[in-house]
């Protein structure tokens, strides 16, 4: 069946990396990760949105399984592969930003941002700070890649933003519909999606034509 490709409940993480499409993106087609939404959150105003976002921050919130991928490892992904503002101040809206849910996030996540500084000479000008609140964004911001493609929403049963929010499926579509994924990766991840044989055909072809093509919002 479409869309069940994990069922498990998992732990979460939250990052503030640039524009939060190519984020989303980026973590939804990692192994290990259930399922992805993109917001607002960091700040204190209520209620944000994309055109009063306030003094919040556009980050991914994440949902993902430990027994396959760590929070380590998430960190490395956020370090290497910002769009903009890992070394330099932005506007709030773009910052970096770990926003952590434990105190187990928080040292893990000052000892790796202390590591791949040492690693590339480099200062960043990233916040950790606490998790409060995530506002979800609009639905329209969900999954934006895959959005792009109706007819591969319509063949996996994917119709609202609180689908595209909640739908492991969905997640790992918008990654590799982006390129994230290689083609050899992909080979080895599409038995276990529930696709159709034509739905698994139209992801093919657009991730053999965007393969290597980088992130971007």
């Known amino acids: 069946m479409p869309g069940q490709v994990d069922s498990v409940e998992g732990k979460r993480a939250t990052f503030g990396m640039g524009c939060f499409w ?9 192994l290990g990760v259930i399922r992805t939404s ?10 944000p949105t994309y055109k009063n976002i306030g003094d919040h921050t ?12 760590s929070y380590t490892q998430l960190l490395d992904l956020f370090w290497n592969n910002h769009e903009y503002s890992l070394t330099s101040r932005t506007k709030r809206q773009y910052m970096s930003l ?3 849910h434990d105190e187990e996030q928080r040292i893990t996540a000052e000892k790796s941002r202390d590591r791949q500084q040492h690693e590339k000479n480099e200062k960043f000008s990233t916040e950790i700070r ?15 890649r895959l959005q792009g493609h109706a007819w591969l929403m319509e063949a996996i049963g994917v119709k609202s933003g609180e689908q595209l929010r909640t739908s492991p499926l969905a997640a790992k579509l918008n990654g ?16 276990g999606l529930g696709l159709s ?3 698994a055909q139209y992801v093919r072809k657009h991730v053999v034509e965007r393969q290597g093509n980088g992130l971007y919002c």
């Open 22 to 30: 190519a984020s989303d993106s980026l973590f939804g087609a990692t």
């Open 197 to 199: 044989d034509k739905a």
């Open 98 to 100: 770990i926003l952590y």
């Open 176 to 191: 590799y519909l982006a390129g994230v994924v290689t083609a050899v990766e992909y080979e080895r991840q599409v038995p």
């Open 58 to 69: 556009e980050v991914v919130d994440i949902e993902y399984n430990p027994e396959v991928v």
């Open 130 to 144: 606490a998790f409060e609140r995530f506002y979800p964004a609009e639905d329209y911001h969900q999954k934006y």
């Open 38 to 47: 993109v917001g607002y959150a960091g700040g204190t105003s209520n209620t």
